[in-house]
């Protein structure tokens, strides 16, 4: 079946706009992640959902992300406002519940802000 | 929360020859610890996993050990190959971290022909 998918692959923005960030997961998998990771770096968690809900937001870096999931399906990552300092590989990943194990990425969104 | 450090940073092998990369975490009640490989440019892929109640996991060429009580575990690849070269990454989850995973900083593992 499908896998996770994501776009756009890449997006190229200026600093202060908005931009936002698509992930559709696997069908049938109710957890769904975000992370990020920046060039030559780990993965850092931002935010979980279960189902619509987000019980989950502590990795968020700032009030300029939000994230929502409508349908228990596609999740929206809407970064305001956009820095420099934004410029990464966002990753969506999901699994069949919370704490069911394994988590399948997406191909992940390349940020790049100017 | 949950922290994971991820040792070596790099790593450079002949092929044929064994690679090991170590991780330890520090919330004891961690119970599952997946490893990723990502190839360049590539989405992480999960290559094995192991839980809190078992002490070694195996599949082909890749082995994982966990100790639950030193908190650290450790991935073993035999018989490398010049494919294997990746960055690889480890993460814990469990307890109240309902299921977000804490990645290690990665290793990249070059295998050289």
């Known amino acids: 079946g499908a896998g996770v998918s994501q776009s756009p692959s890449n997006k190229v923005t200026e600093k202060g706009k908005d931009v936002e960030l698509r992930c559709d997961p696997i069908s049938g998998h109710t957890a769904l992640y975000w992370y990020r990771q920046s060039l030559g770096q780990g993965l850092e968690f931002l935010i979980y959902?279960?189902?619509?809900?987000?019980?989950?937001k502590s990795g968020l870096p700032s009030d300029r992300f939000s994230a929502e999931r409508t349908g228990g399906s596609v999740s929206t990552l809407t970064i305001q406002r956009t820095q420099q300092e934004d410029s990464a590989v966002y990753l969506c990943a999901s699994s069949r519940g919370q704490g069911a194990g394994e988590q399948y990425f997406g191909p992940g969104t390349r940020l790049t802000v100017t | 929360g949950e922290n994971v450090e991820q040792h070596p940073s790099t790593l450079s092998v002949q092929e044929g020859d064994s690679a090991v990369i170590k991780c330890t975490y520090s919330d004891s009640a961690s119970n599952y610890f997946p490893w990723y490989k990502q190839e360049l440019g590539k989405r992480p892929q999960l290559i094995i996993d192991?839980?809190?109640?078992?002490g070694e996991k195996k599949d082909q060429r890749i082995a994982v050990t966990l100790n639950k009580t030193a908190k650290h575990f450790s991935l073993h690849i035999t018989e490398t190959q010049p494919e294997d070269s990746a960055v690889y990454f480890c993460?814990?989850?469990?307890?109240?971290?309902?299921?977000?995973?804490?990645f290690g900083q990665g290793t990249i593992l070059t295998v050289h022909p």
């Open positions: 959902f279960q189902g619509n809900s987000a019980p989950d």
């Open positions: 993460a814990a989850t469990g307890g109240t971290s309902y299921g977000k995973l804490t």
């Open positions: 192991i839980r809190s109640n078992v």
